[in-house]
């Protein structure tokens, strides 16, 4: 490697390395890649072989390689080989394994006037208590929750905003039961809030508030929601995708985050303009992108670091293609940066990451292995 530089036009959303001389070293892109789950600054992917593959800022142990190196290359997360699913917020990662048990590293924050120090791990550990897990999630916030067989939801980590559903404002480092939820088939931390779908496409909520129509610490139905089959929550507001293919968002219109050009504000659930037959969604901060069926990507919302994919800097409603991406599987968008698992299984990201200051990407990159 000693006569190669990086290029501030060529490092992007997680890596490209130039030659010095110009022409482009001959890089393998990550393969094999089933599912990416996108933090704040940091990103992991799980690989259809079941193990974990995580880059970005290691400030907190988030990689889960058992140090705290930075690297724009992926590395293993340790001792897991049988992942189901993948999960990422700010400062850690989690990972749900095919015997129903839920792994995690990182750093775990919680209320500083009972907990002065932040508990770090650099490993993936144990989750207490959970087994049987089906999904899980985890959020900015620095709160995780997973559905158990049977429909259940437990929640753990900070709580001071409501966030963990018990009926208290209480942090906990044991998984404690989203009080009256039952029938739940997926789940959504993020921000200050949590939601779940249920089996009857209902979608209700916990956490902070009037941000998302609900009334803290106990689960809230969204208005109008029967028909959801996914739901997403970001830092101010929450979209749905529903059985008909369409997204319905709410919340606090912040940059435009509900895709309608509604004035910012509080609202209740509005229909997202200009999409149809998508098949996933995720919510970022305060942007969101949905996969259609033909694989394209949309997005819309904040997009001061390009992390919409239309190639320009600026907030955009409606939402806009994200340029230049092959067919997408799933798209993961958190922080600023936006990441989608193609249909050749391998990974595009596009936006900023910490390690780019300077030179963010509005259009997709390949994430590359070495």
């Not at 190196?69 to 997360?77: E, G, I, K, M, Y």
């Not at 999960?87 to 792994?103: E, P, Q, Y």
């Not at 929450?238 to 319905?248: E, H, Q």
């Amino acid at each position: 490697m000693g006569g190669l530089k990086v290029s501030a036009m060529t490092w992007v959303a997680f890596a490209l390395v130039a030659c010095g001389g110009g022409g482009e070293e001959a890089h393998q892109a990550l393969a094999n890649v089933a599912e990416v789950a996108v933090g704040m600054n940091h990103a992991c992917a799980r690989l259809r072989t079941g193990q974990v593959s995580c880059w970005g800022d290691d400030y907190s142990g988030e990689l889960g390689d058992g140090t705290k190196t930075n690297t724009t290359t992926p590395v293993a997360a340790r001792d897991i080989s049988n992942a189901t699913e993948v999960a990422a917020n700010g400062l850690a990662s989690l990972a749900l394994l095919s015997d129903g048990t839920v792994r995690g590293w990182g750093m775990t924050v919680l209320d500083s006037s009972l907990h002065p120090v932040p508990i770090v791990t650099l490993v993936p550990t144990p989750v207490p208590t959970i087994s049987a897990a089906t999904a899980i999630s985890t959020g900015d916030q620095y709160h995780s929750c997973a559905v158990v067989s049977g429909g259940e939801v437990y929640c753990w980590g900070l709580g001071t905003l409501g966030q963990l559903g018990d009926g208290s404002m209480m942090d906990s480092l044991t998984p404690v039961r989203v009080t009256g939820i039952t029938d739940a088939v997926s789940v959504s931390a993020n921000g200050r809030a949590s939601c779940v779908v249920h089996r009857d496409g209902r979608v209700s909520c916990w956490g902070s508030g009037i941000f998302y129509g609900i009334d803290g610490s106990v689960p809230m139905d969204a208005d109008g929601l029967t028909d959801a089959v996914a739901v997403s929550v970001g830092d101010y507001h929450a979209c749905a995708l529903r059985a008909t293919g369409t997204v319905s968002c709410w919340g606090l219109n912040s940059e435009f985050s509900l895709g309608t050009g509604l004035a910012p504000g509080i609202n209740s659930v509005v229909d997202v303009p200009g999409v149809s037959n998508v098949v996933s969604v995720s919510a970022g901060s305060f942007n969101m992108c949905a996969v259609v069926a033909d694989g394209s990507v949309w997005c819309w919302g904040d997009n001061q670091f390009g992390q919409l994919g239309g190639g320009e800097i600026g907030t955009s409603s409606p939402p806009i293609q994200v340029l230049g991406l092959p067919a997408a599987e799933s798209v993961s968008t958190g922080g600023f940066t936006t990441c989608a698992v193609l249909r050749d299984h391998t990974v595009s990201c596009w936006g900023s990451t910490m390690f780019a200051p300077f030179a963010n990407s509005t259009t997709p990159r390949p994430v590359l292995a070495y």
